[in-house]
T-cell receptor
Framework: AQKITQTQPGMFVQEKEAVTLDCTYD???????LFWYKQPSSGEMIFLIY??????QNATEGRYSLNFQKARKSANLVISASQLGDSAMYFC???????????FGPGTRLSVLP | NAGVTQTPKFQVLKTGQSMTLQCAQD?????MSWYRQDPGMGLRLIHY???????DQGEVPNGYNVSRSTTEDFPLRLLSAAPSQTSVYFC??????????????FGPGTRLTVT
């Protein structure tokens, strides 16, 4: 069964600095994907970025990038030039059951300081 | 497109009451799921459906029923509410990105309190 571990319950970062949120995963699937979601205080789940296990390059989406290290089974989210609006919970997730449903980690609460 | 909609946004129930959380999507997605989110935890899968007429249990199905009579709707029923079901409930529908990879669209959530 798939499992996602996020070992940082909370993180602080100064505005305009970069921050890395950790995610390690455990899966027996040969082909899989890693997703990151943002959940602001308003509660909605916002898709940020995706990395496929066979993608040769790390995924990037604007200020978000994935530091994907397959041998270490880690898919860390890097947020560059942090903004106050980045303060939120961040969840790492991976699909199971042929991709219809996701297994989520416990999340990391990021606080951006002015 | 409205995406994934959920009603109600907030609900308070007494122990033993029953109710139905509504979920609808207008993207013609085959796959739909219900998750619950408890404080300090990520989302956990309650039930899911791979198409109209087909449902299956997830990680935490006890105390909940689902049905899928149409592609659009996927209601979640609480049979006899218990305080342990106090949580935020998310409905999601899945869309394939190809090569066996799916992206999930989430509804805004329903915050349920059982007293």
């Amino acid at each position: 069964a798939q499992k996602i571990t996020q070992t940082q319950p909370g993180m602080f970062v100064q505005e305009k600095e970069a921050v890395t949120l950790d995610c390690t995963y455990d899966t027996s699937d040969q082909s899989y994907g890693l997703f990151w979601y943002k959940q602001p205080s308003s509660g909605e789940m916002i898709f940020l970025i995706y990395q496929g296990s066979y993608d040769e390059q790390n995924a990037t989406e604007g200020r978000y990038s994935l530091n994907f290290q397959k041998a270490r089974k880690s898919a860390n989210l890097v947020i560059s030039a942090s903004q106050l609006g980045d303060s939120a919970m961040y969840f790492c997730a991976t699909p199971h059951n042929y991709g219809q449903n996701f297994v989520f980690g416990p999340g990391t609460r990021l606080s951006v300081l002015p | 497109n409205a995406g994934v909609t959920q009603t109600p946004k907030f609900q308070v129930l007494k122990t033993g009451q029953s109710m139905t959380l509504q979920c609808a999507q207008d993207m013609n997605h085959e796959y739909m799921s219900w998750y619950r989110q408890d404080p300090g935890m990520g989302l956990r899968l309650i039930h899911y459906s791979v198409g109209a007429g087909i449902t299956d249990q997830g990680e935490v199905p006890n105390g909940y029923n689902v049905s899928r009579s149409t592609t659009e709707d996927f209601p979640l029923r609480l049979l006899s509410a218990a305080p342990s079901q106090t949580s935020v409930y998310f409905c999601a529908s899945s869309y394939t990105l190809g090569q066996g990879v799916y992206e999930q669209y989430f509804g805004p959530g329903t915050r349920l309190t059982v007293t």
